[in-house]
């Protein structure tokens, strides 16, 4: 079980359009999703944290209005990157959080990440 | 603020040989510590996590860390590395005041060479 998956896996788009990508819990309901940026070799930068049914909350020098994080559902959240850039270039990886029942025991499942290429 | 540290960029270790990936902490309260692996194009996958209990936590695969408050570390080991742990492995902590946000550290390329 707590299955992520992200869709599309890969993807190339020219500059000035827009990309959504899809986070989906498979067999569970998430509490939480969190977005996440990786440049190659690099750490992974939280983004974004995403709670369905409000706005995300984004982390400092996130730009939310290129980001636009929506969670519609609890097993859902969608990514898109708008107007991009060859710079938004990267590897987004999305997680999401399971309570397990024990107190503050809440595990985050990750996705296996999207590669975006703009070119 | 939670953060961890991993001290290496790279850890290169023969076959067989025993595996070490150091990470140490700075959090203020109790600690929650985590380990991940990262193959190529691949997103995360947990090996194992510390909360509360026993200072030696195991994992998958092999693995195991070992949980030290007095010097604020939980590295990661296994008795003997294969040539398929070759991989990027994350150290984090989870700071369960702040949504349960994860605080990664910067990574260690393990290469174990045949």
């Known amino acids: 079980g707590a299955v992520v998956s992200q869709h599309p896996s890969w993807v190339i788009c020219k500059s000035g359009t827009s990309v959504k990508i899809e986070c989906r819990s498979l067999d569970f309901q998430a509490t939480t999703m969190f977005w996440y940026r990786q440049f190659p070799k690099q750490s992974l930068m939280l983004m974004a944290t995403?709670?369905?049914?409000?706005?995300?909350?984004?982390e400092q020098g996130v730009e939310k209005d290129k980001f636009l994080i929506n969670h519609a559902s609890l097993t859902l959240s969608t990514l898109t990157v708008t107007s991009a850039h060859p710079e938004d270039s990267s590897f987004y990886i999305c997680?999401?959080?399971?309570?397990?029942?024990?107190?503050?025991?809440?595990?985050?499942?990750f996705g296996p990440g999207t590669r975006l290429t703009v070119t | 603020a939670q953060s961890v540290a991993q001290p290496e960029d790279q850890v290169n270790v023969a076959e067989g040989n025993p595996l070490t990936v150091k990470c140490t902490y700075s959090?203020?309260?109790?600690?929650?510590l985590f380990w991940y692996v990262q193959y190529p194009n691949r997103g995360l996958q947990f090996l194992l996590k510390?909360?509360?209990?026993?200072?030696l936590v195991k994992g998958s695969y092999g693995f195991e860390a070992e949980f030290n408050k007095s010097q604020t570390s939980f590295h990661l080991k296994k008795p003997s590395a294969l040539v398929s742990d070759s991989a990027l492995y994350f150290c984090?902590?989870?700071?369960?005041?702040?949504?349960?946000?994860?605080?990664f550290g910067a990574g260690t390329t393990v290469t174990v060479r045949a």
């Open positions: 510390y909360i509360t209990g026993d200072n």
């Open positions: 995403s709670n369905e049914g409000s706005k995300a909350t984004y």
């Open positions: 997680s999401a959080t399971r309570d397990t029942g024990t107190s503050g025991s809440y595990e985050q499942y």
């Open positions: 984090a902590v989870r700071d369960i005041t702040n949504d349960y946000k994860l605080s």
């Open positions: 959090v203020s309260g109790n600690p929650y």
